[in-house]
């Protein structure tokens, strides 16, 4: 199974600069961080599971089955990294400021998705939005528009 995967991200997920493929090492960085934010309360339910599939179906405009291989290629990342670094390098270096606070709304978008904040989760986002230089400006507007749209 690990070749598998292995075989796939290579195929799919090359981190070389020059190659036409590293547009998915930013797909997978950004699902990376998304997966992350479903499993910092602990408790994973299925709104937050729903949200997070169609967030990244969504952002990257995929096929279900797509979604699952890079949400499934994300966990296995998450589960090898030690920290942050290797996503929101990524995201800084190719993302557009815009880009990075759509990310920041998606954190949010799973966070709420239990209808519960958990103060993990916001430290997560808080965490993030400092990483990929999202100002506290903007950070706290996403966090209302979210908010505001789930009350």
């Known amino acids: 199974m690990l070749a598998g995967i292995k075989a796939f991200f290579d195929k799919n997920f090359s981190t070389s600069?020059?190659?036409?493929?590293y547009e998915h090492s930013l797909k997978l960085a950004s699902t990376a961080l998304l997966v992350e934010m479903l499993r910092m309360d602990d408790q994973i339910s299925e709104d937050?599971?729903?949200v997070l599939f169609s967030a990244v179906s969504a952002k990257?405009?995929?096929?279900?089955?797509?979604?699952?291989?890079?949400?499934?290629l994300a966990e296995e990342e998450l589960k090898n990294s030690t920290d942050y670094y290797q996503f929101t390098s990524l995201?800084?270096?190719?993302?557009?400021?815009?880009?990075k606070v759509h990310i920041i709304e998606l954190?949010?978008?799973?966070?709420?998705?239990?209808n519960h904040l958990d103060r993990d989760?916001?430290?997560?986002v808080r965490?993030?939005?400092?990483?990929?230089y999202v100002s506290h400006?903007?950070?706290?507007?996403?966090?209302?528009?979210?908010q505001s749209m789930v009350d």
């Open 48 to 50: 937050e599971k729903k």
């Open 91 to 99: 995201i800084n270096s190719h993302f557009e400021y815009d880009d």
């Open 60 to 72: 990257f405009d995929l096929s279900n089955n797509e979604t699952q291989e890079i949400i499934s």
């Open 17 to 21: 600069r020059d190659s036409a493929d």
């Open 127 to 132: 965490k993030i939005s400092e990483l990929i």
């Open 121 to 124: 989760e916001e430290y997560l």
């Open 137 to 146: 400006e903007d950070f706290i507007a996403t966090k209302i528009r979210i």
């Open 107 to 114: 954190l949010w978008q799973i966070a709420f998705a239990d």
